[in-house]
T-cell receptor, first 116, second 110 residues
Framework: ETGVTQTPRHLVMGMTNKKSLKCEQHLGHNAMYWYKQSAKKPLELMFV???????ENNSVPSRFSPECPNSSHLFLHLHTLQPEDSALYLC???????????????FGPGTRLLVL | RKEVEQDPGPFNVPEGATVAFNCTYS??????FFWYRQDCRKEPKLLMSVYSSGNEDGRFTAQLNRASQYISLLIRDSKLSDSATYLC???????????FGTGTQLKVEL
């Protein structure tokens, strides 16, 4: 399935590096999301964009900086990360925001990030 | 208390067995519920939505009990390919947030 794609799939970075994660959705959806999934923890919602406007920022440290240039693309810029930021970063999209009724989110394959 | 709580498992069952997972939620205003399946090192994928009246999709049956604030997933005739982590998801009241449980791991064995 290629509805939501993410690159890179794997990333190893040092604490002083700057990198960006990219997400693209081909579903014509209006909302896009960044989630963090750490081992043995539930998915944590980081950011939500609806029609290219940020509508949620769930107390995420400023070392994570999202960007949504258009409704199909979403970036997560990373700088001066910590080892505890190592996790799977999942992008998702949904037709609308807020998700209505049984509207669901479709996830990308994720970027597995390791911070050394 | 976690907003959405699941037994992490793992549940180890033989092929052909019937297995059930429960999930409890704390926000009584939660509107809708879903089960997602997540294979190892893959993204979550929607398995099924959960309707108030209960719903069935092949070998999978989902139930919602609003009075007790739990949902369940029943898998009949387990297959090896059912081995995965099953995530319980609640759409919060106001409809603006999906809250995920930590997932229940299922291992189906020969």
């Amino acid at each position: 399935e290629t509805g939501v794609t993410q690159t890179p799939r794997h990333l190893v970075m040092g604490m002083t590096n700057k990198k960006s994660l990219k997400c693209e959705q081909h579903l014509g959806h209006n909302a896009m999301y960044w989630y963090k999934q750490s081992a043995k923890k539930p998915l944590e919602l980081m950011f939500v964009y609806s029609l290219e406007e940020r509508v949620e920022n769930n107390s995420v440290p400023s070392r994570f900086s999202p960007e949504c240039p258009n409704s199909s693309h979403l970036f997560l810029h990373l700088h001066t990360l910590q080892p505890e930021d190592s996790a799977l970063y999942l992008c998702a999209s949904s037709q609308d925001y807020p998700p209505r009724g049984l509207t669901t989110q479709y996830f990308g394959p994720g970027t597995r990030l390791l911070v050394l | 208390r976690k907003e959405v709580e699941q037994d992490p498992g793992p549940f180890n069952v033989p092929e052909g067995a019937t297995v059930a997972f429960n999930c409890t939620y704390s926000n009584s205003a939660s509107q809708s519920f879903f089960w997602y399946r997540q294979d190892c090192r893959k993204e979550p994928k929607l398995l099924m939505s959960v309707y108030s009246s209960g719903n069935e999709d092949g070998r999978f049956t989902a139930q919602l009990n609003r009075a007790s604030q739990y949902i369940s997933l029943l898998i009949r005739d387990s297959k090896l390919s059912d081995s995965a982590t099953y995530l319980c998801v609640a759409l919060q009241g106001g409809g603006n947030k999906l809250t995920f449980g930590t997932g229940t791991q299922l291992k189906v064995e020969l």
